[in-house]
């Protein structure tokens, strides 16, 4: 499979959502990656359910919404309405995984499970047939701009390996520091979906900045 492009709107011009929006649009990026943050999960607190259904209605491609909220299960058919498409929940933020996974996907939206640097890919194994997605942190989650973290090669190595037996159809998502520097490296290890928000959005011409992650 060609690989994914998602850029993370954390990184956009929040007072000019919608031209952010429609540069997505026009790139060739493949779909959005929406941070939300709830101040407890992580340090920072980004924007809710009002802000996705606004930008839903200017969107053309699919909402990959990436929750750092604890307790996520209270909120599935929120995020769904609001205008998700694969809805991603922490392992570390959900006691009763298996249940939300299960909750997510009878809501109609395609599951992710995000790990952060410190948790082990190999924990996610009795729950790898369930789930469509896994987002490896490659930098602790909470704000944009971080380094890269070294370690993710070897967790997407391992990760891969291990889809290959049980989910052959995974989309393995990189998410944090991902550059031109490491995405070739990245895809070649195993991931199939980058995401990247400082790197687009601070770049003098995001949608070539899209372009050039898309063509490695
Ligand atoms: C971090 C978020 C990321 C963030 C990535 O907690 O999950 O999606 O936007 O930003 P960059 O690409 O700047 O590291
Ligand atoms: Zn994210």
């Not at 920072?44 to 990959?64: E, Q, R, S």
């Not at 933020?93 to 995000?114: C, D, F, N, W």
């Not at 031109?180 to 979906?193: K, Q, R, S």
Request: net charge negative; no cysteine.
């Amino acid at each position: 499979m060609k690989h994914l492009v998602a850029p993370s709107i954390l990184s956009a011009d929040f007072a000019n959502l919608q031209q952010e929006i429609e540069m997505v649009n026009n790139s060739e990026a493949d779909w959005f990656h929406i941070d939300v943050m709830d101040g407890n999960f992580v340090p920072n607190i980004t924007f809710g359910m009002p802000v996705i259904k606004a930008m839903k209605k200017h969107a053309n491609k699919p909402f990959d919404v990436h929750l750092m909220i604890e307790k996520p299960e209270r909120y599935i058919n929120d995020f769904k309405e609001a205008g998700a498409d694969i809805l991603t929940v922490h392992y570390e933020a959900s006691t009763h995984l298996h249940r939300t996974i299960q909750q997510i996907k009878e809501a109609g939206m395609k599951a992710g499970v995000a790990i952060n640097p410190h948790t082990s890919v190999f924990l996610l194994e009795d729950i790898l047939s369930e789930i469509d997605l896994v987002t490896i942190m490659s930098v602790n989650p909470g704000f944009g701009g971080q380094k890269f973290i070294e370690n993710t090669f070897v967790k997407v190595e391992d990760l891969k390996e291990m889809a290959e037996e049980i989910n052959p159809n995974l989309y393995i998502e990189i998410d944090g520091g991902v550059t031109n520097a490491n995405a070739y490296d990245l895809v070649e290890a195993g991931a199939n979906v980058l995401v990247a928000g400082s790197f687009v959005f601070n770049s003098k011409n995001p949608v070539d900045t899209i372009k050039d992650l898309k063509h490695l």
